[in-house]
């Protein structure tokens, strides 16, 4: 079952913040964050591990509350290059391998000067 | 740098035919994936690999086959082609080390594919 990201679009002006939510109903071994600019491939941002373990950018921040199976991305003082879909990909617990990942439906951010 | 790429950018076929896309990674990695991406939708898994000859069914595997014979190279199948099909293909690699969950996966630019 496909997680639940929340906002679906979300409009801001540079320098102003944005919090995006990824939920699952299921238990999480691992949450990866992608954003895909307009006809280009998604890019890595973030993984974040269950056990507290992070991967990414210096410039991104997130948040994984494994009892909830929800994970946040921080988007502080926006750009007009974080304009994009971000999409969260979670692992389940125990259940998959090879890093197969399930994807959200995406949010759409867009930043205005 | 890593680099994915997928053999057409856009591509339109006729319902009924047999349609390959390829896909090609050149950074050794042993993880391949192909994914669907439809509005609203987000990105689906279709298949993935983890060896050379080795596959997994993903979410979303009917109408679709996969092949791989190298490392490096990762096909998709539609056997015969439906107007359903019709959507953004893209194809994934990343690095498996026994640490699977701990490595990015790197996306191809996708093929648009449009079956009439």
């Known amino acids: 079952q496909q997680p639940v990201q929340s906002p679906q679009a979300v409009i801001l002006r540079e320098g102003e913040d944005a919090v995006i939510n990824c939920s699952s109903s299921k238990a999480l071994y691992s949450v990866h964050w992608y954003r895909q600019k307009h006809g280009e491939a998604p890019v890595f941002l973030m993984i974040?591990?269950?056990?507290?373990e992070q991967k990414g950018h210096d410039k991104i921040s997130a948040s994984f509350n494994e009892k909830k199976q929800q994970s946040s991305l921080y988007l502080t003082a926006s750009q007009l290059s974080y304009s994009g879909t971000y999409f969260c990909g979670t692992e389940g617990s125990g259940g998959t391998s090879y890093g197969k990942l399930t994807f959200g439906q995406g949010t759409i951010l867009t930043v205005h000067p | 740098d890593v680099k994915v790429t997928q053999s057409s950018r856009y591509l339109v076929k006729r319902t009924g035919e047999k349609v390959f896309l390829e896909c090609v990674q050149d950074m050794d990695h042993e993880n391949m994936f192909w994914y669907r991406q439809d509005p609203g939708l987000g990105l689906r898994l279709i298949y993935f690999?983890?060896?050379?000859?080795?596959?997994e069914k993903g979410d979303i595997p009917e109408g679709y086959s996969v092949s791989r014979e190298k490392k490096e190279r990762f096909s998709l199948i539609l056997e015969s082609a439906s107007t359903n099909q019709t959507s953004m293909y893209l194809c994934?690699?990343?690095?498996?080390?026994?640490?699977?969950?701990?490595?990015?996966?790197?996306f191809g630019p996708g093929t648009r594919l449009t079956v009439l």
């Open positions: 994934a690699s990343s690095l498996s080390s026994g640490r699977s969950s701990y490595n990015e996966q790197f």
């Open positions: 690999s983890y060896d050379v000859k080795m596959k």
């Open positions: 974040l591990l269950k056990g507290g």
